[in-house]
């Protein structure tokens, strides 16, 4: 394993991040709504949300996309939102903005509930994606930390092929 991105480094991109947010949200009384996307995204949402110093709701999405009999893009969501998004500012926060499949069915999703607008969060994002979001016309903001090539990555929320090594500190590329 090779050491890509140590905490001190990760907690240094994570409250940039949250700074910027928070920036953003300054005087603005409009109700946002932190939608963490499950597995993945649970360490640096959780480190994120620490960071943001505004009045906000949270909530939790779990997400599979398919490569196998269904196209890769179509999704299965096996938990849904518990708060009503409608009329609120959204953030979707995850690990990894990997090819953008499942960002893009999950925002194209989300916006049949109606929010006032969408924005993307992630902690790395690949430098090759087959999705790249529009703005404003499909994400009104697009965050993220670390840029990547295609090395396989994991820690801090991403998982070998087994679903382990989340739970590590650091992010590694195996």
Known sequence: MKELFNPRVIDFETKIIAKQITDHHRDDKSPIV?????????????????????????????VKSYIGKKKQGDIEITKDLEVSIKGKTVYIIDDIFDSGNTMKAVVEYLRLKHPSNINLVTLAKRKKNKWIPKQPEEVDTFRYGFELDDEWVIGYGMDNDNGHCRNYKTIYEI
């Open 34 to 62: 932190f939608i963490c996307l499950l597995n993945g995204g649970f360490m640096f949402f959780s480190d994120l949300v620490k960071n943001c110093n505004f009045d906000f709701e949270c909530d939790f999405m779990r």
